[in-house]
């Protein structure tokens, strides 16, 4: 168990739990609203998706099995990803700064000209065809043999894809589901589509993994003997089978609960009352 990483983890839960005790901001003169429960539990099951993921038995698993380390990469983009966006931790983290640092930061970020090209960038980035184009395109890199066996030699480079498939990961997600303050760009029923091509290019390397008449990564073909007795070939089919197959359930939810709120708007033509939108911000009638 990495300690800096146990770390980081604690402190991001106790961050999150002492920002959203807080009372919520007053945005555009509303009324204050607490932070809404499920949140906090979508974000602390999002850093238990992340702890499952890097710390033991998995990460020792995935140095001699390719299926235990393409779990480990499906914990990360498929399942911490979206958790976190649903968890909204902007605001928690936001709340526990001092005052002062808070209106300073915020004044540099939203007006100071240094910041300028920072805020471009920013733009950019939440455009939906970039994120998913960032996002599809780091899995598709991380997956070519040079890149992917060097990770397993190198401990700094995976730390780097690891991180790569969690931040491009949130800003996937974040296209899909809304994560107060901000809001996803797209109508619902694109949303499904969205998240649809995104699962599609997933399929796409699944489908080269399995078919592929030999093994791709050298890494794993000169552990012997191999673990569990597995050749290096099965081990790679079962990866892509874990791909197909666990890694599209959280697409699926996705989009069953996109179309299910699409269909409830009566096919995007009428919203819903005012009322019932202020009660689903508010984590229901109370």
Do not use: C
Not at 57 to 73: T, Y
Not at 231 to 248: F, K, R, V, Y
């Amino acid at each position: 168990m990495d300690p800096i990483l146990l770390f980081l983890l604690l402190l991001s839960a106790a961050w999150y739990w002492g920002g959203a005790r807080r009372p919520g901001l007053r945005i555009a003169g509303k009324r204050r609203t607490p932070a809404v429960r499920w949140r906090a539990v979508a974000f602390y099951a999002g850093l238990a998706a992340i702890g499952l993921a890097l710390f033991d038995p998995i990460d020792s698993m995935a140095e001699k099995l390719l299926w235990a380390h393409m779990a480990q990469h499906l914990l990360l983009m498929g399942v911490a990803a979206p958790l976190l966006v649903l968890g909204a931790p902007w605001l928690p983290f936001w709340r526990p700064l001092p005052l002062g640092v808070r209106r300073r930061v915020a004044s540099a970020v939203v007006r100071g000209p240094r910041l300028a090209p920072l805020r471009l960038v920013a733009r950019v980035l939440s455009l939906p065809t970039v994120a998913w184009a960032l996002f599809n395109g780091d899995l598709a890199l991380w997956h070519v043999p040079a890149l992917y066996d060097l990770t397993l030699r190198n401990a700094g480079v995976h730390y780097v894809e690891h991180l790569s498939f969690l931040i491009f990961g949130v800003l996937f997600w974040a296209q899909a589901f809304d994560s107060p303050p901000f809001h996803a760009r797209l109508g619902y029923f694109r949303r499904v589509a969205f998240l649809t091509a995104g699962a599609t290019a997933a399929w796409l390397l699944a489908v080269v993994l399995a078919l592929s008449p030999t093994p791709l990564y050298r890494a794993y073909v000169s552990i012997h003997p191999r673990p569990e007795g597995l050749s290096a070939l099965t081990d790679q089919q079962l990866a892509a089978g874990a791909m197909w197959g666990p890694g599209s359930v959280p697409y699926a939810l996705g989009v069953f609960w996109l179309l299910y709120v699409w269909l409830e708007e009566d096919g995007g033509r009428r919203p819903r009352p005012r009322h019932r939108r202020g009660l689903a911000a508010s984590g229901g009638p109370r």
